[in-house]
C-alpha cells in the first residue's frame, strides 16, 4: 500500500522550530488517516498527532498542544509536522504513518504503514 519517507529532522536548541514532511507513494494516499508519533530509547512509542484523510480533524496529544501543528497536501502527497517552541523532551526519532481507516486514532497499532523515522534532537 502507501510508503511513507520523513525527512526534516535535525538538531536544534531548546525554543526553536523544525518542520517535519512525509512524503508519500502511492494512488491512495488521500483516503488515508495520517499521524506522527516519537519514540525513545526504553520508551513505548507515543502519539505526537493525527489528522483525518481530508485534513478537516486534528487529534494533538498534551505535551505538543499549541506548539506543534499537523497538516497535510494531498494534492503533493504530503503530510507535515511543524514544530515549534521546542524543548529537550521533544527529543525522540519522529515517524509518519497512515491508517487506512476513518478514525484519527492514537495507537500506533491501529496505524497500516510506517515511515522510516527522522531523529530530532532539542538541545538545552
Known amino acids: 500500500q502507501v510508503q511513507l519517507v520523513e525527512s526534516g529532522g535535525g538538531l536544534v536548541q531548546a525554543g526553536g522550530s523544525l518542520r517535519l514532511s512525509c512524503a508519500a507513494s502511492g494512488r491512495t494516499f488521500s483516503n488515508y488517516v495520517m499521524g506522527w508519533f516519537r519514540q525513545v530509547p526504553g520508551k513505548e512509542r507515543e502519539f505526537v498527532a493525527a489528522?483525518?484523510?481530508?485534513?478537516?480533524?486534528?487529534r494533538l496529544s498534551e505535551p505538543v498542544k499549541g506548539r506543534f501543528t499537523i497538516s497535510r497536501d494531498n494534492a503533493k502527497r504530503m503530510v507535515y509536522l511543524q514544530m515549534d517552541s521546542l524543548k529537550p523532551e521533544d527529543t525522540a526519532v519522529y515517524s509518519c504513518?497512515?491508517?487506512?481507516?476513518?478514525?484519527?486514532?492514537?495507537?500506533?497499532?491501529?496505524?497500516?504503514?510506517w515511515g522510516q523515522g527522522t531523529q530530532v534532537t532539542v538541545s538545552s
Open positions: 504513518a497512515a491508517r487506512d481507516n476513518p478514525g484519527v486514532t492514537s495507537s500506533p497499532s491501529s496505524y497500516d504503514a
Open positions: 489528522l483525518s484523510a481530508d485534513g478537516g480533524s486534528t
